[in-house]
């Protein structure tokens, strides 16, 4: 009898400690699963995975393990594991809270257009969390982009913004279809994108984007201003690695495609060479300010005054310093208004003379305003 009471006492035992060793509950079962598909690089099972470690079923609750899965979906691409992560640093429910943390995984959840990180990311701005100062036109941008995606408490944000910022709120607007154009290829939209992000106006400057946005509307669209911008880029070095040879390249394209800006910037190269190439110089001058480009209008109109890479001509010469005055320059003003008061090459015409004088000093030209002053 004792014998039988110890055989059935070791099996109870026996079986007590298989129960506890083997026995897993359908929680244990499903993570268990899902842990051995993740681990294989299944990132679906790896945002999964982070869920039941993030809610403690199925394996004991851990933080740094829920944050370690979601990272690998995220660095895998997933924009809602990179939106979870971000939130396990804002709330600190069982991670340190690092705010500073959060907005870099908020920044690529955003960028891949999950709304719920873009209409947070407009929160970190609005507030000035994460180590940022507040922002408000960044705020609203990523307002825009939540609604469209979508968020509801977002495109509440939009419409108290449009009341009490219309302003700031128009700018963004036009950004944000900007953007939108961009996306679908609009050259002329990348070009004013860039700009924007290239001054950063209304939104904060980002240069990396900006240049972005250039290259897509100069390898796409071939459009001789994102060249220039591009090759400004890459002659400084914003948002690009410096590359001078790059940027003269480009600088020439967009010349040859008749960007005037891109033309006065060979023409300044050529007057300031040394020696000075006067002919080359006059002849993207004169290109440019046939574009419109008040800089080479004015330049124009100063080499055919002195004969430098063409004949001397007054009256051309003239003819170069009022487009450029009329459009507000404010040397051009100046030297016409000394042209017609001392009678330079022209009859002489001392009230036409002291109205452009006038005008240049208007616009902060003190030799104007002492040449006014002795004439009176």
């Not at 950004?175 to 924007?196: F, K, N, P, T, V």
Request: with cysteine; proline share 2%; glycine share 8%.
């Amino acid at each position: 009898m004792k014998t039988v009471f110890k055989i059935l006492l070791f099996l109870a035992v026996f079986c007590g400690i298989y129960w506890f060793v083997f026995y897993q509950t359908p929680e244990q079962k499903t993570f268990a699963r899902e842990l051995s598909l993740a681990q294989s690089g299944n990132v679906q099972a790896a945002v999964r995975t982070a869920e039941f470690f993030k809610r403690g079923e199925g394996v004991k609750q851990d933080g740094a393990q829920a944050a370690e899965w979601y990272r690998k979906a995220a660095l895998a691409g997933d924009a809602g594991a990179a939106y979870e992560l971000a939130e396990l640093y804002i709330t600190g429910d069982i991670l340190p809270k690092d705010e500073a943390e959060a907005l870099v995984y908020l920044r690529v959840a955003a960028q891949a257009d999950e709304p719920r990180a873009q209409r947070e990311l407009a929160r970190f701005y609005e507030e000035g969390l994460g180590g940022m100062e507040p922002h408000q036109g960044e705020a609203l941008l990523w307002r825009f982009l939540a609604a469209q995606n979508g968020d509801a408490e977002s495109a509440l944000a939009l419409e108290k913004a449009q009341k009490d910022q219309p302003e700031l709120y128009a700018q963004i607007r036009a950004l944000e279809e900007d953007l939108a154009a961009a996306r679908e290829g609009s050259a002329s939209a990348r070009i004013r994108a860039g700009l924007a992000y290239r001054r950063g106006s209304y939104v904060l400057q980002n240069n990396e984007e900006a240049a972005r946005l250039f290259t897509l509307a100069w390898e796409e669209n071939k459009l001789g201003q994102a060249a220039y911008e591009l090759s400004e880029m890459y002659r400084s070095g914003a948002g690009v690695e410096q590359n001078a040879v790059k940027a003269a390249e480009l600088m020439g394209q967009a010349a040859q495609l008749a960007y005037p800006a891109a033309q006065y910037a060979l023409g300044e190269e050529a007057y300031k060479d040394d020696p000075p190439r006067y002919q080359d110089a006059f002849a993207w001058f004169s290109n440019a300010a046939a574009g419109g480009y008040i800089n080479a209008q004015y330049m124009t109109g100063f080499m055919l005054m002195q004969g430098q890479g063409t004949e001397r001509s007054v009256p051309l010469a003239v003819k170069f310093f009022r487009d450029a005055a009329e459009h507000g320059h404010t040397a051009a003003q100046y030297v016409l208004g000394q042209i017609y008061v001392k009678g330079l090459g022209v009859a002489a015409d001392k009230k036409a003379g002291e109205e452009w004088l006038s005008r240049a000093a208007q616009n902060g030209s003190t030799d104007a305003q002492a040449l006014l002053d002795a004439l009176h």
